[in-house]
Structure formats: C-alpha cells, structure tokens
C-alpha cells in the first residue's frame, strides 16, 4: 500500500466518514445570518470548535476538512485547530480552490479557480497538518448544460489539482458535484453524472494520478428537485451505485458522497441504502457540510453558550451517518 493509500483508508474506513466544515467566509455567512448570528472570525472558530471538540469526533469522524481561514486559527486551549483535529484522531484537510466562476465562453456555467500558486500554498497547508484536501468542480443540469466544454475543462482542472496534491504527500478529493437544482429525471441525472465522472477520470488517468492514493466526493443520483418525478430512497441507491460501478476505476479505495441539499434525514437515508446494496468494492460514506451540521447550528444558535445541546445533536448526526456507511441506520436507532 503507498502512503497515500493508507491515508485515504484511514480516513474513510470503519464507517468513519469526513466533516466538512470548508465553507468559504462567503458561504459560512450565509448559513449563519439564516440563524441570526453574525458572520464574525470568532463566531465562525466557535461554532466549529464545538463540532471539533465533540465526542463523536473519535468513532465517527475520519477527516475534517477546513478553509483557510480556519487552519490557521487557534482553539481555546491553546492548540491548533489542525491539533484539536488530530487528537480525536481524525485527519485535518484543506479546501484549496478558490471558487467557482463563470466559464469564459459559457459564462451561464462555472470553472473553478485556484491552480496557479497551489504547489506553494500546498506545502503551507502540508506545514500547518493537513494531510488531505479537496477541490470541488460544479456542473448544472439544463437542456443544453453541462456542455462539454464544462465537462472538459473541469475534468482538466481536477486532475492538475490531484496531481499536484499527491507530489505534495496528500490524498485529494475529487469532487465533481452535479447540482440537483432543476426539473430534470434522474436518469438525466444519471446521464449526465456518469459523463462528468468519467471524463475525470479519463484526464486523472491522462494526468497520471494514483488512483489508489484519492477519494471520490460525488453528488448521489436525484430527480432534480423541482421534478414531478421523485424516485424512491432505494432507487437513488440503486442508480448511485449503477452510476458509481460503471464509471469508477477499481484502484480508487472509497467514495465519500457530499449532501447537496438533502436533508440530514434523507442524506442518512440513502447513505444507509447505498452500503446495504453496495455491490462494488468501493468503502461508501460520507462527506457532509449541511447533513452533519444544520440541526447543531440551529441548536447553537439559540444559545451559544450552550455547548453540551450542540456536541449532543452533532454527536447524534455523525453516529446516525456512521451506522448508515455500515448499512446499519434505522429510522427506530434515528428516533431513539
Ligand atoms: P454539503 O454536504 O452541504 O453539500 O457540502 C459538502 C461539500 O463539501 C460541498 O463542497
């Protein structure tokens, strides 16, 4: 096994899945004027050392991944975030694009940003601890998108990114996340998901990538959710994996799913039904931002003082998540 293999497994295995808490300052703000606290650095750091100093953290929670911002800050005892994270035993990780913009060309779609100066700032974040990172490539679905320009030049992206991530001596995620926003099937979302994976992986290969040295963060196969035409939890399982079995090389250890929008419920749900049909070799888990942290900030945010509500509600998040990338969740466990 090459290091970064290990690593990768270490992160996802047991049931372990990621946090990830990488919400730009831009996005972080907006979830937290939903709940009325302002967007300030020690607000942010707050709420986060809460998720980070929970208990759950040990059994549940492999990586973490962080902004910018955040690496850098100081917890409350004194340790370095990267620390705090390594003490419960899971891997600190890195964000390291730096957003999605309008596509040159295709300005109605998005190419993300960040490539030039990433081997520098690689070995700063490599410094600081972060021993994985993540770079998310978005695509939306409509008549005429993704195009294949988009499909291409983000494919194009991500396999720079990786290649440049596993000189440094870290595990990149590979994240191509095709939004559920819209009408369309999910067969088309099948379709179109299947495409996007494969032409990352076509330009991974191009690239050169270990691809036993990466995990895959994609989005689950959904109706777009303004579509009449809703499939049930098991068929999402069903053309996720169809989806995941045809597209993804063997070598690649594990897929860590990202929430997209689906409530916490419903990402555990069909976490749960993916592991118990996983007819692949693949480890199936998490990598969720909204589906581990919604129901904790809103508890927060009631009251920040009150540290124990918020670990509680998180600590039940991430075990519910963790028995469904066992294929062991229930609804009677969930409402216990
Ligand atoms: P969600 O689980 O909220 O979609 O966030 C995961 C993520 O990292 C998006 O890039």
Known sequence: MSELNKIAVKIISNGKGI???DESNATMTKRLEVVNINSTPDNRLSFREILF???EMKDCIGGVILYDETINQTASSGKS???LISSSGAVPGI???TGAKNLANSPEEKITEGLDGLRDRL?????LGARFTKWRGVYSISEKYPSELAISCNA?????YSAL???SGMVPIVEPEV???GNHSADVCLSKTSEVIKKCFDELILHKVDLSGIILKPNMILAGNKSKNKISNEEVSLKTLECLKNCVPNEVPGIAFLSGGQSEIEATENLNLINKNNNTNFIMTYSYGRALQQSALKVWSKNIKDIETTQNTFNHRAKMCTLAAQGKWSSELENK
């Open 81 to 83: 975030i990267p620390d």
């Open 53 to 55: 100093s929970s208990e």
């Open 179 to 181: 939004l559920m926003d």
């Open 165 to 167: 991530v596993q000189e």
């Open 156 to 160: 194009h992206a991500l396999a720079r």
């Open 123 to 127: 070995k700063k974040y490599y410094a």
């Open 95 to 97: 964000k390291v694009d």
């Open 19 to 21: 946090l990830a808490a």
